[in-house]
């Protein structure tokens, strides 16, 4: 996996939307957010243009593409950053060209939908791509010290990083154990709803991160069965889970907890297990390079990325 270049200041960075679009004042205070870290900033066309398809569309699916393989082709900009996430990018996958763009690796910030291209560039790419905070959903409401340092913290990274939880925030265990392989994954949702297509998550012998928003527990089993025939948990080395916000049983049971639910679901491999990984749709949000090597041990509560 490429590692892409460390970010300067006075850097060009675009901000763009590959999924749902952005209002156009929300947009110009990323502008603002992102000045204001230092860098100079390029508008998507899409973006620019005020797309707007029947309100869950940053612009129809050709467009799209073409701003994401654009970007990436422009070697004067040094990385992009998703406005936010929301609903099409598995749209772009047919128009996008993967050899042309694994030619010019660059930061790339982003989760949610975001999840089918940060998944796309590791596998088709060998681009490490970082599931991180976007700037209009993460900075602009809700902004915190945490997310903003991890942020910086991943980019920029060594040889090694030690993943770490807000403070006073621990991991939990759900099964025992180390394992160690390049981490992948990303939104429940986006990920059962690739299963069947070319961009499928490639699983094997790799570490599993996974997080979800706003799901019942029922929907959530759904997923986890789906996941289970496509044979995502049949070779992977560990499973780290994110955050699971807004997630509950309330409809049914509300005594039956999301904790109790995955501890459940997971008892029957024999793999490792962490949970409570602050990352995900929550505020403080950490920042997952993936496509690093990873190492988990459960004993010691340690989550360490690796360049090799």
Known sequence: MRFPE??????????AAFSSPAERKDIELCVRWIEQEGYRVRISKCLAEGENIHGYLAGDEKSRAQDLQELFEDPRIKGIFCIRGGYGSAQLMRYLDFERIKKNPKVFVGYSDVT?????????CGLVTFHGPMICSN???????YTKESLYRTIEMGEEMEFQNPDGEEYEVIQDGEAHGI????????????????FQVDTKDKILFLEEVDETIPSLDMMITQMEYAGFFSE???ILFGSFKGCSNE???????IDE??????????IPVMSHIASGHETPMGTIPMGMQCRIDTERKHILFARS
């Open 236 to 238: 992977v080395k560990g």
């Open 183 to 198: 981490i992948t994954g990303g939104n429940m949702t986006v990920l059962s709803r690739g299963i069947g297509t070319f």
């Open 261 to 270: 639910f995955l501890r459940e679901r997971m008892k029957k491999y024999h």
């Open 116 to 124: 089918n291209l940060t998944v796309a560039l590791n596998q088709f």
């Open 251 to 257: 409809r049914y049971d509300s005594s039956y907890s």
């Open 6 to 15: 460390k970010l300067k200041k006075g850097d060009v960075v675009a901000l």
């Open 139 to 145: 900075f602009l409401k809700k902004g915190d010290t």
